[in-house]
């Protein structure tokens, strides 16, 4: 979390979590927050462990001041993270509603082709007729009557 009077980042939390919904628990309503989430899950009968950077903010209960410091502040403290820790995130996501910190949307964020080919029908684009009919002729109006 960031302090804002002193102007610092700081550790608020740290716990080995094991699902994405118990991080819901620990998120205020009203302040945003960066998460760091190791997504542990299966994959083509694969154990992968994939490692998140999630911001938090929420749009409706934040002040427009702490939205801003934390949208400014977030590719610093990635950065810092990456080259002091040597720590590389496969996936940076930003979270305005807090009920989308599940284990299906971390899921589909890594592997959207896996959700895609389980049967949910993506919008289809209807076909463009086959003819559009023969051509029209618009005749001009030559009233010049009518000035």
Sequence with gaps: EIDHERERILLAHSESISTPEHIQKYLPENAGRY????????????????????????????KIKQRMLYASCKENVI???????GISFDRKLELCDLSDLTHEHLFQQLHPEAVASTGKAAFAKPKAPSSRGPRRLVKPNDNSDEQ
């Design 35 to 62: 998460h760091l989430y190791r997504f542990k899950h299966t994959f083509h009968g694969e154990t992968i462990s994939p490692l998140f950077f999630l911001y938090s903010v929420p749009g409706h209960g934040s």
């Design 79 to 85: 950065d810092t993270i990456e080259k002091r820790f």
